[in-house]
């Protein structure tokens, strides 16, 4: 079993900057894949960005060149840096990692005033 803690969001204007963070606990060599998905109100739940244990990452169309992600093995953390933040980026960010199943964070708020 993974816990997960995010931590990070806030209300921003356009343009702005954030950085998301997302602490692991728990079984934490289990992990093979960390993932920051969002979901705003009437919307699904989407992918953000993804990085794999060996590094590799993936990010949404609506992101590239905006948003990086990266982790930290010694603090067992994954940080989500957005900038040039849009009024269309507000949602709930959820940290998700995947062992044998996924699990989920309890979520932080990012809102973009324009």
């Known amino acids: 079993q993974v816990q997960l803690v995010e931590s990070g969001g806030d209300f921003v204007q356009a343009g702005g900057s954030l950085r998301l963070s997302c602490a692991a606990s728990?079984?934490?060599?289990?992990?093979?894949?960390m993932a920051w998905h969002r979901q705003a109100p009437g919307k699904q739940r989407e992918l953000v960005a993804g990085?794999?244990?060996?590094?590799?990452?993936n990010y949404a169309d609506s992101v590239k060149g905006r948003f990086t992600i990266s982790r930290d093995n010694v603090k067992n953390t994954v940080y989500l840096q957005m900038n040039s933040l849009k009024p269309e980026d507000t949602a709930v960010y959820y940290c998700?990692?995947?062992?044998?199943?996924?699990?989920w964070g309890q979520g932080t708020q990012v809102t973009v005033s324009s």
């Open positions: 990085i794999t244990s060996g590094g590799r990452t």
């Open positions: 728990g079984s934490i060599s289990s992990i093979v894949f």
């Open positions: 998700a990692a995947t062992t044998n199943t996924i699990q």
